[in-house]
């Protein structure tokens, strides 16, 4: 009976022993640590190379929406040819960033009144015309300079997030969104406006 009693005891001390030695391994730790830090790093990673590009390709736009339509300020007489090379300014200022489904709109406009002015010619990225020549269009308030004339600007470039972990995604997770920016300047050669030559042809 003793002699069971204390091979029981023998073998719960080596029970109790092992366990003991169990809990104070430390080996694997670091990787289990690992595992659950990594991802939240990843996701911190990831979230701020987003916020960083993205503010780097608006200011991008802003610049390219800016020196087309300050350019263009800097004529007094302009055809269809300059106002579509625009284009090119737009997409070199845009490098090393793709503009791909873009759009851009450039206006010449006479103001006729403070936040108010007539179009007097107009051209986009296609060389349509986007608003009628003569057309009322509304101009910040302010723009208060009857009869001086005005070059607008308006610039959209789709930014695509990077889903580097398309699992998180839900069906209805923003992936597009459009950067934008619009741009008035002033006639900066002569107060006669600036003339399309072949803009009505």
């Known amino acids: 009976m003793k002699s069971a009693i204390r091979y029981h005891l023998a073998r719960l001390s080596l029970q109790t022993e092992a366990f003991r030695a169990f809990w104070r391994d430390r080996k694997g730790t670091g990787a289990i640590e690992f595992a659950i830090v990594a991802p939240l790093l990843i996701m911190a990673y990831i979230g701020s190379f987003e916020v960083s ?3 780097s390709v608006s ?19 302009v055809t269809k040819g300059t106002l579509d090379g625009m284009k090119d300014v737009a997409k070199s200022i845009m490098a ?3 503009m791909t489904d873009y759009s851009l709109k450039i206006t010449g406009i006479m103001v006729t009144a403070p936040g108010s002015g007539t179009v007097a010619w107009s051209r986009d990225e296609d060389g ?10 509304a101009l910040p308030t302010d723009i ?11 610039l959209v470039v789709p930014h695509h997030l ?3 972990a398309p699992g998180l995604k839900t069906e209805n997770e ?3 969104f459009n950067l934008s920016k619009t741009y008035y300047y002033r006639q900066r050669i002569g107060n006669t406006g600036i003339k399309c030559s072949d803009c009505g042809s």
């Open 53 to 55: 590009l993205g503010y």
């Open 174 to 176: 923003l992936e597009t």
């Open 144 to 154: 208060s300079s009857v009869n001086a004339f005005v070059v607008r600007s308006e």
């Open 128 to 137: 349509g015309t986007p608003y009628q020549v003569g057309s009322t269009i």
């Open 96 to 98: 090393p960033y793709e």
């Open 162 to 164: 990077m889903l580097f």
């Open 59 to 77: 200011r991008k736009v802003a610049r390219a929406s800016s020196t087309v339509a300050e350019v263009l300020t800097r004529e007094d007489n």
